[in-house]
């Protein structure tokens, strides 16, 4: 049974696909009946495969040993060893970042075994390859459903319909496709479900922001997991629902005792601080230390310090970084903090906390360097430190400044009100993703006073953004504060004739 067409229809892609990873037919059959199979060396590759399953070169590189070793074939005693090979690396291809190569392997292997297995049976491919191959479609990179819906017709021909986890991948494919009818067809129509499949149907339906029917399968579900109740808790706390998320953790630990694991309490400390209750940040942190996550899990550390900070603690956030051992402290700690003092605009603290950083031997990265730009720039710190601080950045770190930092260097001339430079290094940043400069100077030229500079730049930003209502309302507002009211009119009436709209600013107070 073929999914694809005949080798000589197939697309030029395809056909070249399987040249550069195979040898002859002729070849493969010859090496395969004159090979015996090692069982510790196929033990060995497919630990290869299971350690590098995202190293997509390294990947290729066993793939190409296999065909040339003639180790695929699916012909003989030894199917088994076969497919202990080739489903991990289906499996790879289909959570990879070119998943369509998942279908090209399953057609290559099905069609080389139709030409080496006299008797013309089916390919003994078993319910994980048609899973790979369901995931495949799912593939956030690559989710090409219609391909899918071929593969569950081929899984009810074969047997695999009623199969538990091929039925959970077919689920999942479903809503990523957004066709809930057909993901709750496939999800009544099994006879049994295990919690995996409950919580892809839960996963799906909060990805697609369908939080109360997620909300009623988590009611349904027979024996609810942390895995469960998290999902649906990330999904809110992304879409800034922080109330809902912060009130269905609290009935997680109070209503179903399940125990927060790390990834529960990283997805609501953001919920925490977008709320911006010290005193819930507190309580949070004082459960977490009960739980013993504090002083095993850097990642929850580091995020209470960004939340205390966020939630405008900044005493807070200090205290407890600095009860945190150094030994335990890694980059991301000493960036988090630094981070918060620019948030408060503290610049003096976070440079010292930068130095500090710098004697217990750790270099930053691109974000530190971030930070402690935006802390001297918006902390009112000297241009000698701004520049020494940008300077060590490339000479010493080795680190190409991008739109950011340079971002960070005009922030800082700007505020001097040394606006002429500023324009002179907006030019020279090496990206297209600068509008965001020109328009921090354009909001400089308002309060300046420079129309003609304002000008220049507005030229400037209506080559990269011009459908920004925002760039429009501020160049007229500049030509209407010292007078020009007929410019201001002309920016005015372009907004209309581009059909330009202003965002309305928003709120989250209620």
């Known amino acids: 049974m073929f999914l694809f067409a005949s080798c000589s229809s197939r697309p030029i892609a395809l056909r070249s696909y399987i040249i550069n990873h195979s040898c002859t037919y002729s070849t493969l059959l010859s090496q395969s009946k004159n090979r015996e199979n090692n069982i510790i060396t196929i033990q060995h590759l497919h630990s290869l495969l299971h350690r590098n399953e995202s190293n997509p070169r390294i990947i290729h590189q066993l793939h190409s040993h296999f065909t040339s070793a003639g180790l695929l074939l699916l012909h003989g005693r030894q199917n088994s060893g076969k497919l202990f090979l080739f489903n991990p690396l289906l499996r790879c291809y289909s959570l990879g970042e070119t998943p369509l190569r998942a279908y090209f392997l399953y057609d290559q292997l099905q069609q080389l075994h139709f030409l080496s297995d006299r008797r013309q049976r089916l390919p003994p491919f078993d319910s994980f390859t048609y899973l790979f191959l369901l995931k495949a479609t799912s593939n956030p990179r690559f989710p090409y459903i219609p391909l899918g819906i071929g593969i569950h017709g081929l899984t009810v021909k074969l047997g695999f319909g009623l199969h538990v986890y091929v039925q959970t991948a077919l689920v999942g494919m479903y809503l990523v496709a957004g066709d809930m009818v057909d993901a709750y067809k496939v999800f009544d129509g099994m006879p049994e479900r295990n ?11 909060t990805n697609l922001g369908k ?26 706390a992304r879409v800034n629902k922080s109330k809902e998320a912060i009130l269905l953790f609290s009935r997680m630990v109070a209503c179903d005792a399940i125990k927060p694991n790390e990834i529960t309490v990283l997805a609501i400390l953001p919920a925490v601080w977008n709320f911006g209750d010290t005193r819930m940040c507190g309580s949070l942190h004082a459960y977490v230390v009960k739980k013993g996550f504090v002083p095993c899990d850097i990642r929850v550390t580091n995020s209470l310090i960004d939340a205390y900070a966020k939630c ?108 002429e430079e500023a324009e002179k290094i907006a030019l020279e940043i090496p990206t297209e993703q600068k509008a965001v400069v020109w328009r921090m100077l354009l909001g400089a030229c308002s309060v300046y006073d420079d129309p003609e500079m304002a000008e220049r730049i507005t030229r400037k930003l209506m080559e990269l953004e011009r459908s920004h209502g925002g760039d429009y309302v501020l160049m007229s507002n500049i030509f209407c504060g010292i007078g020009r009211f007929t410019d201001a009119q002309r920016f005015r009436k372009l907004m209309d004739v581009r059909g330009v709209a202003k965002l309305p600013g928003q709120s989250q107070l209620t």
């Open 195 to 205: 919690p995996v499949t409950w919580n892809v149907m839960i996963t799906g339906l």
């Open 211 to 236: 939080f109360e029917k997620a909300l009623c399968f988590l009611e349904k579900m027979p024996n609810r997991t942390v895995v469960s109740w998290t999902t649906i808790i990330d999904g809110l």
């Open 312 to 419: 405008g603690c900044i005493q807070s956030a200090l205290k407890f970084f600095l009860e945190i051992p150094n030994e335990r402290k890694n980059l991301v700690s000493w960036t988090t903090m630094i981070s918060a003092f620019a948030m408060h605009g503290i610049g003096k603290e976070a440079v010292s906390m930068f130095r500090d950083m710098e004697r217990f031997g750790l270099n930053p990265n691109r974000v530190t360097m971030i930070s402690v730009l935006n802390a001297c720039s918006h902390g009112g710190l000297a241009e000698e430190e701004f520049l020494e601080f940008f300077n060590k950045m490339v000479s010493k770190y080795k680190i190409t400044p991008d739109v950011k930092h340079y971002g960070c260097l005009v922030d800082m001339l700007r505020r001097k009100g040394r606006l």
